[in-house]
């Protein structure tokens, strides 16, 4: 999947409502996220031009951050949900 699909997919799941959340769809959804930043990352080792590396590093930058945003919500309804189950 391309990268602003991915963080479309990301921002859309992050702006609904807890109770319509789903874990697993937030959960395969971060790990797209990392496997697409890890094979940037890979291409920026292999990237030469000054411009390329840049623009390279941006988009690392953002699937990182989303990466982060989703992680930290998916932590906090997990422990919603496992709260609600005792």
Do not use: N, W
Not at 51 to 64: C, F, P, Q, T
Not at 71 to 83: D, H, P, S
């Amino acid at each position: 999947m391309k990268t602003m699909k991915l963080v479309a997919k990301i921002q859309r799941l992050l702006k609904r409502p807890p109770e319509e959340m789903r874990l697993k769809k937030l959960r395969k959804t971060i790990k797209s996220l990392k496997d697409k930043q890890e094979e940037l990352e890979d291409k920026l080792k292999r990237t030469r031009g000054k411009h390329a590396r840049e623009k390279l590093k941006r988009k690392i930058d953002v699937l990182y951050a989303q990466r982060c945003k989703g992680a930290e919500v998916y932590r906090g309804l997990k422990k919603q949900t496992e709260a609600q189950q005792s």
